[in-house]
């Protein structure tokens, strides 16, 4: 799942970083072996903010970064590199949006990163992107994959099903 995911991202972007545990050696080898780059963040189990952090301190020269998440395999390329351009243009915060919810990824210009460097715990870059709501640069999306993570083997059945319906809903309460 992480792989498709990271591909998606690597057909939209020039340089995708994935961030791993460091005793993941399994998904740094599948990782490598596909040419990514990959982080071991150190304190990855302590959540997602921590695991962000590592990931822009190994790219400090970027012009910005886009959170891509691992469990999130029908992101299209398209939509990334929407995301990307945006950011790029000097946005300091890019997100897809898909019927009135905000989906991933998110993309963080490089006036943020000192913010993404200082990210703990679990919550990940959600308290950045509360404190620059009124910055975000919002893309109207018929991508359905933006709001479409994976946790369990039901949620890839009953995503393969909403991705063919008409359905539109969004059960993720901590979108906007």
């Known amino acids: 799942m992480g792989l498709c ?8 972007l020039q340089h995708v970083l994935v961030v791993v545990r460091p005793e993941a050696a399994e998904l740094t080898r599948l990782f490598s072996d596909q040419g990514f780059e990959v982080v071991a963040c150190l304190g990855g189990a302590e959540g997602r903010g921590r695991s962000l952090a590592a990931g822009v301190a190994a790219s400090r020269h970027a012009e910005g970064w886009l959170v891509g998440l691992a469990d999130m395999p029908f992101i ?5 590199a929407s995301v990307a351009m945006q950011v ?9 949006y898909y019927n009135g919810c905000r989906g991933h ?13 200082s990210l703990e715990g679990d919550i990940g870059a959600r308290e950045v992107l509360t404190r620059h709501e009124s910055e975000l640069v919002r893309l109207e999306s018929t ?12 949620d890839l059945t009953c995503a393969q099903v909403w991705q063919q319906t008409s359905v539109s809903h969004c ?3 901590d979108r906007k």
């Open 143 to 154: 991508d359905r994959g933006i709001l479409t993570d994976i946790d369990t083997p039901a």
């Open 105 to 117: 990824p998110v993309g963080f210009g490089k006036k943020l990163g000192a913010e993404l460097l």
């Open 88 to 96: 790029l243009s000097g946005a300091a915060l890019a997100a897809p």
């Open 5 to 12: 995911s990271a591909l998606n991202l690597r057909a939209a």
């Open 76 to 80: 299209g390329p398209r939509t990334i």
């Open 171 to 173: 059960s993720v309460s």
